[in-house]
Nanobody, 124 residues
């Protein structure tokens, strides 16, 4: 089993930067696809960014150019660097892991593990 624990969330002002961390335990996730999702009140959970084990990345249109996903294999940790934050970025951010891949991708891609989430609030 894989446990995912997010950290780094908080309250920031519009235009500020923030970095989220996702620490995995239970097993090495170096071969997993990792990603970040978010959910705002009254809205559906949406994908933010994913990164494959080989380094291939995907970004939602709304965050492209502002967010950067990365991973540290030695630390079994994934990061999400966020800059130029906007109020519409306010949401609970969840870390996720897929044994082979994550959506969006082939039909067989699925999310196998979820973290508990960390709150990011961006004030005007």
């Amino acid at each position: 089993q894989v446990q995912l624990v997010e950290s780094g969330g908080g309250l920031v002002q519009a235009g500020d930067s923030l970095t989220l961390s996702c620490a995995a335990s239970g097993r090495t996730v170096s071969s997993y696809a990792m990603g970040w999702f978010r959910q705002a009140p009254g809205k559906e959970r949406e994908i933010v960014s994913t990164i494959r084990s080989g380094g291939n990345t995907y970004y939602a249109k709304s965050v492209k150019g502002r967010f950067t996903i990365s991973r540290d294999y030695a630390k079994n940790t994934v990061y999400l660097q966020m800059s130029s934050l906007k109020p519409e970025d306010t949401a609970i951010y969840y870390c996720a892991a897929g044994r082979y891949c994550l959506p969006p991708g082939p039909v067989e891609c699925q999310t196998d593990y979820w973290g508990q989430g960390t709150q990011v609030t961006v004030s005007s």
